[in-house]
C-alpha cells in the first residue's frame, strides 16, 4: 500500500474544523510551524469521545493549535509546555483570543524540567515534543498517567525511518532513529502496559495500563 496516497485520500475525509481552528491551522502551516496532521487530528478526536477525559497533559505546544482543537471538542482541562521562545509567544496570544483561555494551563521551559515537577493524574497525555527525547519524556509521563488514563504519542515512524537498519539512514538521524526504536520497545514489552502502534500520520501509539 501508497501510504502517502493513502494519508492525502484520508485527510480529504477530514472534517472542518470551524472558521477560527482552520484559520489557526492555515497560519501555523504557512508559518512552517509543525502541527498535527488532519488523520492523527481525527484519531484524537475520536480517543477523546471515546475517553472523555477531564484532564489532558500535552508535551509540546507549538503554537497551541492542537492544545486549541483538544478544549473545542471536549471539556477537559489542558496542560501543555513548550520551551521555544517564539511559540510561546504566539502560542500565548492564541490561548488569549481563543476562548478556551481558562481551561488550559500553559507552562513554558524544557518539558524534562517541567515534568519532574508535576504531580497529580491526568487521564490523557499526548506527547508531540522533539522525537529523540520520547525516551525521556516517558518515566514521568507513566507516573503521572491515570490508571485508567491514554498516552498518545505522535510521529513515532520518523518518516519511515524507523524501519531502516541504523546504517540505512543519514549519521545526523542515528541517535534519534535508535532513541525512539528503544522507546517503541519499552512500550510494547513492559509488562504493565498494553500499547499499539498506528501507522497513521506520521505514526501514533497508543499506550495504556494493563487492567
Ligand atoms: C510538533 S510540535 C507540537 C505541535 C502541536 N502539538 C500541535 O499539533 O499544534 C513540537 C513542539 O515541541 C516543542 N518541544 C520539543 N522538545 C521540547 C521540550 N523538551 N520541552 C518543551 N517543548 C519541546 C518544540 O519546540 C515544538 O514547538
Known amino acids: 500500500m501508497d501510504y502517502e496516497r493513502l494519508e492525502v485520500f484520508l485527510s480529504t475525509l477530514a472534517e472542518d474544523n470551524g472558521e477560527y481552528i482552520e484559520g489557526l491551522r492555515e497560519k501555523a502551516l504557512s508559518d512552517d510551524v509543525p502541527i498535527i496532521r488532519r488523520t492523527s487530528e481525527r484519531l484524537i478526536k475520536f480517543i477523546i469521545n471515546t475517553y472523555q477525559p477531564k484532564s489532558i497533559l500535552e508535551i509540546g505546544t507549538a503554537v497551541g493549535y492542537s492544545a486549541i482543537f483538544m478544549a473545542s471538542i471536549s471539556n477537559a482541562h489542558i496542560t501543555t509546555i513548550e520551551k521555544y521562545p517564539p511559540r510561546i509567544t504566539e502560542a500565548k496570544k492564541n490561548f488569549e483570543e481563543c476562548g478556551y483561555g481558562e481551561r488550559i494551563t500553559f507552562l513554558t521551559g524544557d518539558a524534562i524540567e517541567i515534568l519532574k515537577e508535576l504531580d497529580g493524574s491526568y487521564d490523557m497525555i499526548f506527547m508531540d515534543a522533539a522525537k529523540g527525547q520520547y525516551q525521556v519524556f516517558l518515566e514521568d509521563s507513566l507516573r503521572l498517567l491515570d490508571k485508567n488514563g491514554i498516552l498518545v504519542c505522535d510521529n513515532v515512524l520518523q518518516e519511515g525511518d524507523i524501519l531502516e537498519s541504523r546504517y540505512g539512514i543519514i549519521r545526523r538521524n542515528r541517535s534519534i ?18 500499547s499499539t502502534i498506528i501507522p497513521l500520520g506520521d505514526g501514533m501509539s497508543l499506550t495504556t495500563y494493563k487492567k
Do not use: A, G, Q
Not at 181 to 192: N, W
Open 177 to 194: 532513529h535508535s532513541r525512539m526504536r528503544d522507546f517503541l520497545y519499552d512500550i510494547t514489552h513492559d509488562e504493565k502496559l498494553v
